[in-house]
Nanobody, 124 residues
Framework: QVQLVESGGGLVQAGGSLRLSCQAS????????MAWFRQAPGKEREFVAT????????YYADTVKGRFTISRDSAKNTLYLQMNSLKPEDTAVYYC?????????????????WGQGTRVTVSS
């Protein structure tokens, strides 16, 4: 059974940093792309970043480009999201997901397994 467990969320002041982790199990994750999405209250789930199965190729939403960094450690089956220069508009529940082989996608429908989410709150 595939499981994704996020951690690392919390409350941080604007301008601060957080590092999210997603521990994966039940699949050979080195064969699959992984991604981070987020959902703010009253809004639809939106794409944040994706990393290819090898981790060599990454892609970011314009809203986080230059501030967030996605990475993965295949030996640990763990996906990370380093978030710097956080803004109040980054407040959301952050979800990791896995799905397509090779390269990822910004479309939620491309992913077949999701974690339960970790909440990030950025105060102004």
């Amino acid at each position: 059974q595939v499981q994704l467990v996020e951690s690392g969320g919390g409350l941080v002041q604007a301008g601060g940093s957080l590092r999210l982790s997603c521990q994966a199990s039940g699949r050979t994750f080195s064969s699959y792309a992984m991604a981070w999405f987020r959902q703010a209250p009253g809004k639809e789930r939106e794409f944040v970043a994706t990393a290819s199965s090898s981790g060599d190729s990454t892609y970011y939403a314009d809203t986080v480009k230059g501030r967030f960094t996605i990475s993965r450690d295949s030996a640990k089956n763990t996906l990370y999201l380093q978030m710097n220069s956080l803004k109040p508009e980054d407040t959301a529940v952050y979800y990791c997901a896995t799905g397509p082989r090779g390269y990822g996608s910004s479309r939620p429908t491309s992913y077949d397994y999701w974690g339960q989410g970790t909440r990030v709150t950025v105060s102004s």
